[in-house]
């Protein structure tokens, strides 16, 4: 570690980016740390070849290095490591201190005005060219595709036909949001049974699922059409979230909601559409959902194989708790969708396949229990429209095609699934246009 880059990680701790050039301020960090006890966030900055010094000079930085490194979970909040070209030096003449660390010995600050960079564009800068190179390698890892929001729509659609899955990166809903929702949901499910079943709705699949011979192991809380008046507000009286809770729920449920929308114009562009995917009329529900494993589970189904009947889903999965297993379209064979921490895994549903006139594929997916811990995720399921039926555009169907499906009312498929044991999409064979 040659140098890097100190993030202020909350408000509390008004440290503008910081250009680390020397083991001297970094003995000075670790010294900061151990009288405010207030975990940082930095950025080290890897070379491939170390600075030329003096051997004894060589030894001492060791030493630093070692203990910067060693301690890292305790000293530092998150740490990402760069290449040199990943970081963007600027121009700057910047003269801000941070003032409540410079009151305690002004002699001892070691930064001079040049080290410091005030520009918080530099860091955005810096952190947008890490993610992507973190996404070429999350890439080569991932046995599924992985995207970038900011990736051309092309991509985007090429996924959905292919897969009918993949894992969107650089999204825009923030990770501390993501861990504060995790937190809520779990504090949420494990409240007494009478409590949750509170969240009730008339229609069956819209209120909380309880454990049942179905899901022996699952159960579920749901925000039905959450972007309508007061339905954030309801469900919170329902359960007597706290304020807190209930503020983070609103916040979580409309960044995923904000994203799916932009998703839906992402895939309106790929396929050479104007316009918006889904408005209003397209009801989204979120649900808050835990997997209660224990020694006794592991090997065993905690999701049976399904397709998601709505147009898309939106899930975060649980980053330490793995289990979400996919269908290969090309195979047949399951795959292993790992976690990865602060990403988002999109589902195409079967409105996708029925809107697409074919072109998208409603990927079968069921969740397995890997080890005997709760798990848990939140999803979003954009699902169908109220008041008009699905069918595929004409620009998607085409003079020298014909249409795959008859336009139907997606409530009543949605019925149809569970009178006719249909979860994976079989129902959708009564809805095929005759030739």
Not at 35 to 40: D, E, F, M
Not at 202 to 207: I, L, R, S, T, Y
Not at 315 to 336: H, Y
Not at 399 to 413: A, G, H, K, N, T
């Amino acid at each position: 570690m040659e140098f890097g880059f100190l993030f202020p990680n909350n408000t509390n701790f008004p440290v503008p980016p910081v250009k680390i050039t020397s083991d001297m301020q970094l003995k000075w960090l670790i010294e900061l740390n151990k009288r405010h006890h207030t975990p940082l966030c930095v950025t080290l900055i890897r070379r491939e070849q170390p600075m030329n010094r003096p051997n004894a000079a060589n030894e001492a930085d060791d030493e630093v290095r070692d203990e910067l490194y060693h301690n890292r979970d305790d000293f530092w909040n998150t740490v990402e490591i760069a290449r040199d070209d990943d970081v963007v030096f600027p121009e700057t003449n910047a003269t801000q201190r941070p003032p409540e660390i410079v009151q305690d010995n002004e002699e001892e600050f070691p930064f001079t005005n040049d080290d410091l960079i005030a520009s918080q564009s530099i860091a955005a800068e810096t952190k947008r060219r890490i993610l992507f190179r973190e996404t070429e390698d999350m890439a080569s890892k991932s046995k599924i595709p992985v995207i970038d929001l900011q990736d051309l729509p092309e991509k985007i659609v090429k996924a959905c036909e292919e897969w009918g899955c993949f894992r969107l990166v650089n999204h825009g809903v923030p990770m501390e949001l993501m861990s504060q929702m995790k937190a809520v949901s779990r504090s949420l499910l494990d409240l007494p049974m009478e409590m949750k079943e509170r969240n009730s709705h008339p229609e069956h699949g819209k209120g909380y699922i309880p454990l049942n011979m179905a899901s022996p192991y699952f159960d579920s809380l749901s925000l039905y059409d959450m972007a309508s008046p007061g339905v954030v507000d309801d469900f919170c009286a329902q359960i007597d979230a706290s304020h807190n809770q209930r503020e983070i729920i609103e916040k979580y449920v409309f960044a995923l909601y904000d994203l799916a929308q932009n998703l839906g114009s992402k895939l309106m562009k790929g396929l050479g559409l104007s316009g918006d995917l889904f408005m209003k009329g397209w009801p989204c529900q979120v649900r808050m959902n835990k997997y209660n494993y224990s020694p006794e589970t592991v090997g065993l189904t905690g999701a049976v194989m399904h397709t998601d009947p709505g147009l898309f889903t939106i899930l975060q999965d649980d980053e330490t708790v793995n289990g979400l297993e996919v269908v290969n379209n090309s195979t047949g064979e399951l795959v292993s969708v790992d976690p990865i921490s602060g990403t988002l895994v999109v589902n195409v549903g079967d409105m996708a396949k029925v809107w697409s006139n074919g072109r998208f594929h409603s990927v079968k997916h069921r969740v397995q229990c890997y080890k005997p811990n709760i798990r848990l995720s939140i999803v979003l399921f954009v699902l169908g429209p109220k008041d008009e039926k699905v069918e595929a555009p004409p620009q998607l169907v085409g003079s020298d095609s014909r249409r795959l499906f008859v336009p139907f009312d997606f409530e009543v498929y949605r019925k149809l699934r569970t009178t006719t044991n249909s979860p994976t999409g079989e129902a959708l064979k009564l809805f095929l246009a005759k030739d």
